[in-house]
């Protein structure tokens, strides 16, 4: 069975849907600038499991030795508000692919419209924090689109 509340994987990579709630606003019903960072976490974090590459499973050495993925740099273009009660889009997808990093796109919509772009770069770490080399079996999970398609 699908996890239904993990989104669906799409021709650009990953959607979610979230709602505004009141705890996510400030005096004015406004999204306060620092809640886009959880719903951009949950993107990337349900991104990961229908690519079948859960947190635990990470940390439990599914892949080879016990791993993480950490946030090292993220970069993101405040476009336009959200408000109480809005139901919003977040989009995710594998934009680079290193030994030791990926890259992902995303972006927060309402509708059509895009609120937030975000350039997260994000390195695979050790339990104890050091950095290592992705393994082929997640590697070869998180492809950039098209890129299995290449010559």
Do not use: N, W
């Amino acid at each position: 069975m699908t996890d239904q509340l993990a989104g669906r994987l799409t021709e650009f990579g990953h959607r979610l849907d979230v709602r505004v709630y009141f705890e996510d606003t400030d005096f004015s019903g406004v999204v306060y600038h620092a809640r886009y960072l959880h719903f951009l976490e949950r993107g990337r974090t349900d991104y990961l499991r229908l690519h079948g590459i859960g947190h635990r499973e990470l940390m439990d050495g599914a892949f080879g030795e016990p791993m993480a993925f950490a946030v090292r740099r993220m970069e993101i273009e405040f476009l336009a508000p959200a408000r109480i009660d809005d139901v919003l889009t977040v989009e995710t997808r594998t934009a680079l692919l290193g030994g030791a990093r990926v890259v992902l796109d995303q972006r927060i919509l309402k509708g059509s419209k895009v609120l937030i772009e975000a350039k997260v770069k994000v390195a695979v770490i050790s339990p104890e924090g050091k950095p290592r080399r992705m393994p082929p079996a997640v590697a070869e999970r998180l492809q950039p689109a098209g890129a299995a398609d290449a010559p």
